[in-house]
Each structure stands twice: as C-alpha cells, then as structure tokens.
C-alpha cells in the first residue's frame, strides 16, 4: 500500500526538507508502523520525541484518513 506522508513546515529540516513523503507500506502497516518506517529513514524526527530523560516543550502529532498520514507540531507552554 502506498502511504503520503505530509510534513509541516517545522519538521522538514528532520525529513532532509521534503514536505511530503511517498512510502510503500505493508496493507497491515498501522499508524505506528507507518511512525516507526519514518524514524528509521529519518532519524532527525527522534529529537521530537519525548521521554523520561528529554521532555520537550514541542513534539509532533499524527493523524492518518485513509492513504494519507499528517504530522502536525504544537508547542506547549513553557512552566
């Protein structure tokens, strides 16, 4: 199955500049499949990601409708 992926504007430097990005997937993939595909091709989109030792004020959202996945970004308010 092939996936588009659009990428806002502020995760473009993470994804070598691309806006949008053509995947061929498994027609099982799911939207952490489809996740777990990009961070491997693009490692940059890890430093969005936030854990235990690196909580972030700005991280990216996902949602999918149908063939097509966004990522979209929000900033949280600083404490």
């Known amino acids: 199955m092939n996936i ?7 995760l473009q430097a993470a994804c070598e ?3 949008k990005i053509e ?3 498994p027609s099982s993939s799911d939207v952490a499949d489809i996740i777990t595909t ?3 091709l693009y490692p940059g ?4 990601v936030a854990n235990e030792k690196r909580p972030l004020k ?3 959202g996902v949602a999918r409708a149908g063939a097509k996945v966004f990522l979209f970004t929000s900033t949280a308010s600083a404490n």
């Open 4 to 10: 588009t992926v659009i990428i806002p504007r502020t």
């Open 38 to 40: 990009l961070m491997t």
């Open 23 to 25: 995947l061929g997937v």
């Open 17 to 19: 500049g691309r806006a």
């Open 45 to 48: 989109l890890k430093a969005f």
């Open 58 to 60: 700005q991280h990216f």
